[in-house]
């Protein structure tokens, strides 16, 4: 598999310098608690707002949270290309300091780099269900959105309650794109 400097979910190294919309300002609503332990695992991108890291993924988008014992969260995301390789990229999590746990930064380049501000990522955790069926991850300016699931698939009325609570909180939900999950491996 190759590495490569693509994102799911989570890689948003310079989404911190977004322009963003008098509709689009304000402090997002995150969840208040997340248990990372059920957090961990795999994740499904059901729908994304197009951006610039996953030009190359044309389907199968997963996410994959593993927590470590330095209470980090590492991250593996893939994707397949529309020429049928897959697409790997891997990076870490942390918690930020006086926030809630749902309130993540991601960095996806080199560790020796993590001193530097622009290389960290906002990930914050805006919706999560109670069975850590299903959550939704944006950024403060608005620029990124992904909803995720355990499955592949989601029902559609569940997306339409998602899509909507994400509008409210100013994101352009009209530019989601649905993902397309193939059952090849």
Request: glycine share 8%.
């Amino acid at each position: 598999m190759k590495q490569h400097g693509i994102t799911i979910a989570i890689l948003i190294a310079a989404a911190t310098g977004g322009a963003a919309t008098s509709q689009r300002t304000g402090a997002l609503r995150v969840v208040p608690a997340v248990d990372y332990q059920r957090y961990a695992g795999t994740w499904y991108e059901i729908a994304r707002i197009p951006n610039r890291f996953q030009k190359v993924c044309a389907s199968d988008v997963t996410a994959t949270y593993t927590v470590r014992q330095d209470g980090r969260i590492d991250v593996t995301n893939r994707c397949r290309e529309s020429t049928g390789g897959i697409r790997e990229a891997s990076g870490v999590a942390r918690r930020v300091d006086g926030q809630p746990p749902s309130v993540l930064q991601v960095r996806f380049a080199p560790a020796s780099l993590s001193f530097l501000p622009m290389v960290w990522g906002d990930y914050h955790i805006i919706a999560l269900e109670p069975d850590y069926d299903h959550a939704v991850v944006g950024a403060p300016n608005r620029a990124y959105l992904w909803i995720l699931a355990r499955r592949p698939e989601m029902d559609p009325g569940l997306y339409r309650r998602l899509t909507d609570a994400a509008g409210e909180q100013g994101f352009d939900v009209a530019a989601l794109t649905k993902t397309a999950h193939t059952k090849r491996e």
